[in-house]
């Protein structure tokens, strides 16, 4: 096999200078300059992470004031679920991915796609202001009537930057679902659309229907702070549970903008390091959208003893469990896919099986919270905060470096050392595990969430805990110094060095500024590995 | 949806019928109904939403794509305030069948 | 063109479902306010006047007509026609704006402003408050999106004085017209949902 070229003109070399970045309309642009900006939160949201971990390794409070330590859980929460994971892999790998993928030249608005990242700046810089000026300690949540008559820190301009920053998360799923209906090139099904589109269009769907609730929320919120109306306040006839209630509407769903991308990471990957198509591919498809409509059906689990209804709390709990059924049916398929597959065991694959361990246990975990008698027990324990971060972390953030691992070669052209990789796979996995097992244990121990100290007894699993976030944050950093040193050193990719199927694999890496030199026309069934073999290169 | 060109009659038509109901659900809110007059002003208003909807936003010649994201929509917001009145409207009823007020008020 | 046009039109729907969404938090607070405090929202929209109420539905209803009228007239390629019916819908617009104007002006004389200044005596003040909240948020909210379709239609109205419309390419205008629409129905809801609460156990 003879070393691949690196293409002369691609879009990265298309035009230069500052002013052809910051008012491009190529989608692959704005998915770097979202890669960077969102790095950037994700840098900052894990500072935050690391300042709680280290008050925690003592059980007194001898590192951060109370105050201080409620400041570090909020602006870690902000920051990571709006900042970094809601628009991780839609805005990033989503934004790259998705015209290629389905043949196209561009999004369908390419202006409205650079516009969303403008938006999601000026969101970011809000809240950043908001950090820089003593930041907020409501909790991500802005419980009511706490943040609207208590709270004497930057409620305001957190809660303007979060509102703002939704309407990026629209805009781009938006975007997205008109670019999926009208841009497909000639032959391309709905059938034959990789599983990772499916996953999108979910994904977009609630965007689009969930966001505006919290937008309009956080605006009542903020309304309710600045003038001292009562819409949500107990002492002036308002109710505090509407408020949970409008909130979680949106923001249940939210988990599955984080994780339905992360999914169709996984499905793609599964299939090609199996060499297999994926098995049951409708389910797998439709599966996706049943996640995004069951999971407006549930918010209610987050507030089961805050004072709803016996009735409504068995409807939400029943309805909680139903939605594992999709998840469920994803995740067999994938294990069915990988039977009896020839499996290569690269490094983005090691990060699969690292979110499939992962997902399984926060999902299982989630049905003790769906139960309405388990929950009672550990409703706002540690118990929780493992299983919402084996969700998250362990099962968005793993998909989403399984997926940078894997398209990296695409987006810049480059591999990057293939064994530092599969390091950085094992550290995230153990690092991940040590941080967030203990925390299963501390929670069903009766530790609660949201405070500084805690009595002598926890400190064995606290101490684990924050080791394993050191061991995390070395598996986190490394692929940052060596993703950058492949720009210039890393060894030229080639078209398709997985031997993967799709059209992403057919154009060069990097690719054209307008992604193919002729529009493709598709004729083959999706991820047909049998037929296609498996040629790298 | 794009060249289809509706006669200036069918405007005229329902403008008309858009200022009948206007009228009507004035008329109507100065008539004890009992508990029907919330019910009714929201059913008249339903009806001058889906004549706007149909006729002036062309839904009724426009794509099903079209009409599906016009009832997903509305889908959605249905589910917002069911499962939301959900809790409201069933607080004090226990699992067991006992019943306390239908209404919570603080 | 075809294709662009028809993906400028599937987004603007979508863009609309989200609004539905938008708005529909608020609704979601009004309904349930509306249950719980039935007496004290049948009072607080006493406080409304029907009258001005009725006239601004008028003439909002009239400018969507307006509006479908500048919308058939760019599809038929009649430029200065499509000019006229959205300047024609632009001064409908002011007049509602300007008769809100005048609702909220009094609000404020009459010290019913939601917040420090609020007066307002009888065992409901703090449900009433909550009322006039909602009726304020909901109320502002459209008259926002009102003053952003001000600016879409001097905008539209630009492009067809200059001659920019045919029968092939009319988008823009379909767009306009299909916010605009939009914006009607929301005012649709809101006014039986906040002037005509309970008026006949309340009459004068
Ligand atoms: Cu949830």
Redesign the pocket.
């Known amino acids: 096999m003879t070393t691949p070229a690196y293409p002369e003109l691609n879009y990265l070399n298309a035009t230069h200078g500052i002013r052809s970045w910051l008012l491009t309309k190529d989608h692959k642009r704005i998915a770097l300059l979202y890669l960077i900006s969102v790095t950037v939160f994700f840098g900052l949201g894990g500072m935050f992470a690391g300042l709680i971990r280290l008050e925690l390794t003592t059980p007194a409070g001898d590192l951060l004031a109370a105050d201080t330590y409620n400041k570090m859980f909020t602006m870690h929460g902000i920051v990571m679920i709006f900042f970094f994971l809601i628009p991780s892999i839609p805005a990033i790998l989503g934004n790259f991915l998705i015209p290629i993928m389905i043949g196209a030249k561009d999004l369908a608005f390419p202006r409205i796609n650079l516009l969303s990242w403008y938006i999601y700046i000026i969101g970011g810089s809000f809240t950043l202001y908001a950090i820089v000026v003593g930041g907020v300690d409501t909790g991500w949540t802005f419980y009511t009537p706490y943040s609207t008559s208590a709270s004497n820190t930057n409620v305001l301009p957190t809660g303007i930057g979060i509102f703002i920053t939704g309407f990026s998360s629209i805009l781009t799923g938006l975007n997205f679902i008109v670019t999926i209906h009208r841009m497909r090139a000639p032959g391309l099904t709905w059938f034959r659309l990789p599983l990772f589109v499916w996953a999108h269009y979910a994904t977009s769907l609630i965007q689009i229907l969930g966001t505006p609730v919290v937008a309009i929320t956080v605006l009542m919120l903020a309304a309710e702070r600045a003038f001292g109306i009562g819409i949500f306040n107990p002492a002036l006839g308002g109710d505090p549970v509407l408020f949970q209630h409008l909130f ?1 509407f949106y ?2 769903p939210a ?1 599955y903008i984080m994780i339905l991308p992360a999914m169709g990471v996984i499905s793609e990957l599964v299939a090609c390091f199996s060499r297999k198509p994926i098995f049951g591919y409708s389910f797998v498809a439709f599966s996706s959208l049943a996640i995004a409509v069951f999971g407006f059906l ?2 209610a ?2 507030m089961f003893v805050a004072g709803i209804s016996p009735y409504a709390a068995m409807v939400f709990s029943f309805l ?1 469990f139903a939605v594992a059924i999709p998840s469920a049916v994803k995740t067999f398929n994938w294990a069915a896919t990988m039977y009896k597959g020839a499996i290569w065991l690269a490094s983005p694959m090691i990060f699969v099986f690292g979110f499939l361990g992962l997902f399984t246990i926060g999902g299982l975990t ?1 049905l003790f ?1 769906a139960s309405l008698g388990t929950d009672i027990h550990i409703h706002d324990t540690y118990f929780v905060v493992a299983h ?1 971060h084996y969700i998250m972390v362990g099962g968005a953030i793993m998909g989403y470096l399984a997926g940078i691992h894997f398209y990296w070669p695409k987006i810049t052209g480059r591999m990057y050392p293939e064994a530092w990789a599969k390091f950085s796979a094992l550290a995230v996995f153990v690092g991940f595990n040590l941080t967030f097992f203990p925390q299963f244990i501390l929670g069903y121990m009766g530790m609660p969430r949201r405070y500084h100290t805690y009595p002598p007894e926890f400190q064995v699993l606290n101490v684990l805990s924050s080791a394993g976030a050191t061991i995390l944050a070395v598996g986190y950093s490394i692929p940052l110094i060596y993703l950058l040193w492949s720009l210039k050193y890393g060894k030229v990719a080639g078209n398709n060095p997985w031997g993967a199927t799709g059209l992403e694999w057919k154009t060069q890496s990097p690719p054209l500024t307008e992604n193919f030199t002729e529009t493709p026309i598709v004729t083959e069934e999706p991820y047909d590995y049998a037929r296609q073999g498996a040629h790298v290169g | 949806m794009s060249g289809h060109v509706s006669p200036k009659s069918m405007y005229f038509t329902i403008f008309g019928a858009l200022m009948f109901f206007t009228a009507l659900t004035v008329g109507v809110a100065f008539v004890d109904l009992g508990h029907l007059n919330f019910p009714v002003a929201l059913a008249i208003a339903i009806t001058k939403a889906t004549l706007v909807i149909l006729f002036f936003m062309h839904v009724i010649h426009s794509s099903r794509l079209t009409k599906l994201i016009v009832a997903t929509g509305f889908f959605f917001l249905l589910i917002l305030f069911g499962l939301t009145m959900t809790d409201y409207l069933t607080r004090g009823i226990q699992p067991n069948g006992q019943k306390g007020s239908m209404i919570t008020q603080h | 063109m075809v294709q662009q046009k028809e993906s400028v039109t599937l987004g603007m729907w979508v863009f609309l479902a989200q609004e539905v969404m938008f708005f529909g938090g608020l609704f979601m607070a009004y309904l349930l306010y509306r249950v719980w405090y039935p007496a004290a929202w049948a009072e607080g929209s006493q406080e409304l006047d029907v009258m001005l109420g009725g006239i601004n539905t008028v003439v909002l209803i009239g400018s969507s007509l307006t509006m479908a009228f500048a919308v058939r007239c760019a599809q038929l390629g009649q430029n200065k026609a499509t000019r006229n019916w959205l300047l024609l819908t632009l001064v409908l617009g002011l007049v509602f704006v300007v008769i809100k104007g005048f609702e909220y002006y009094h609000k404020f004389e009459m010290h019913h402003i939601p917040g420090a200044d609020f007066v307002f005596h009888g065992p409901n003040a703090d449900q009433i408050q909550i009322f006039l909240s909602l009726y304020f948020m909901m109320t502002g909210l459209h008259a926002l999106h009102m003053l952003i379709g001000f600016g879409i239609l001097a905008w539209i109205a630009g492009m067809a004085h200059k001659g920019r419309f045919s029968p092939e390419y009319y988008s823009h205008v379909e767009m306009a017209g299909l916010y605009w629409h939009f914006v009607d129905i929301v005012w649709i809801f809101l006014f039986p949902l906040l002037y005509l609460v309970d008026r006949v156990h309340h009459v004068g």
Request: proline content about 0%; glycine content about 8%.
């Open positions: 979680w923001s249940h988990v549930v918010w689990h987050h909680s989630g919270l919402f």
